[in-house]
């Protein structure tokens, strides 16, 4: 770790339920190929979490879930920094700070908002709304350089740019640098496993829909089976998954999994059919997902060994962030 190696990477995942395969191929894969060339953050945005309602029991069992299938899934704390949110209050300190930069115009804009909010706007938390510059707190206690994550969050991540530039144009001083996301070319967005017009997503009711992190070799091979799909074979060239979202949502959770892109993938198995498609897909996706789950019940028989290393990565992370905010206070004029 140590010195920022070709740049300071900062992402965060939420412990709200089990992690599923569009945040292991649209952000944590990401994660892990980036630990051996940058200094990388990863972070269990417990404050994130409870923008809306959390059974705290649930929420605790959570933080140490995520905790652990981060680690399983290979994010390493000898290389990386890895804790939970809460326990490192620069953030909330730097997000309050942020709340007075930011402006209600800029928040208004934000689809996320609009998403989660529903149709009963009156009723969701301030926490809701201002979600979005924690989330820009995040990053910039640590002016972080460079972001991954899915493409969902594309529109937060500019809004911590506008962030960074406002408040460096308030104080008149170049100190936030400019946070470069960096969204995968396949896999960007998985979508469900039933409806390639939506998100695979936590919060979906239906288990079917995804392909969570813990799940067995047999759910994993199942849920493939049963994906929806068309009647036709797959194309050999790209434009012929056009109005095909379900094919093309496989065919990029290959690419994804296997590292190739989706045309190479396709030159493979152009004019075939789902039949030997989706067994080659399950196969992949057993090989790398089911061992994530064997390897995190083994990590969670220690609580105490978690909490540990959560609290270790905390202070390291307190270390980054700590005279970063003293900056910021000097600038701002508590200091
Ligand atoms: P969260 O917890 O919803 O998701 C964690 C990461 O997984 C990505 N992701 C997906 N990628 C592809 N396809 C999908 N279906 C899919 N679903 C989720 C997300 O884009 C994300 O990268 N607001 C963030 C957490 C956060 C954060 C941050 C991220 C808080 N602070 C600072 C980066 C930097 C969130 O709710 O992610």
Known sequence: MGEAKNGRIFSGVQPTGNLHLGNYLGAIKNWIALQDDFECIYC????????????????????????????????????????????????????????????LGWLNRMTQFKEKAGKNRENATVGLY?????????????????????????????LTRDIAAAFNSMFDAEFFPQPEPQIQATAARVMSLRDGSSKMSKSD????????????????????????TD????????????????AANLV??????????????????????FGVFKPALAELAVMQIAPISAEMNKLLEDDAQIDALLEKGAEQAKAIADPILAEVKKLVGFA
């Open 252 to 273: 990029g959770i290959f690419a994804g999994l296997s590292g190739r892109s989706q045309a190479d993938v396709l030159s493979e198995f152009g004019g075939q059919g």
């Open 231 to 246: 009647p036709e074979v797959l194309p050999s060239e790209m434009d012929g998954l056009e109005g095909r979202p379900e």
């Open 205 to 228: 009711v239906s288990d079917a829909t995804r392909i969570n992190l813990t799940d067995s070799a047999d759910d994993i091979a199942q849920k493939i089976k049963r994906a929806k």
């Open 44 to 103: 269990v945005v417990d404050l994130h979490a409870i923008t809306v309602p959390q059974d705290p029991a649930v929420l605790r069992r959570s933080i140490r879930e995520v905790a652990a299938c981060l680690m399983a899934s290979g994010i390493n704390p000898e290389k990386s920094i890895l804790f939970n949110q809460s326990r490192v209050p620069q953030h909330a300190e730097l997000a309050w700070i942020f709340n007075c930069v930011a402006r």
């Open 130 to 158: 201002a979600y979005p510059t924690l989330m820009a707190a995040d990053i910039l206690a640590y002016k972080a350089t460079h972001v991954p994550v899915g493409e969902d969050q594309k529109q937060h991540l500019e």
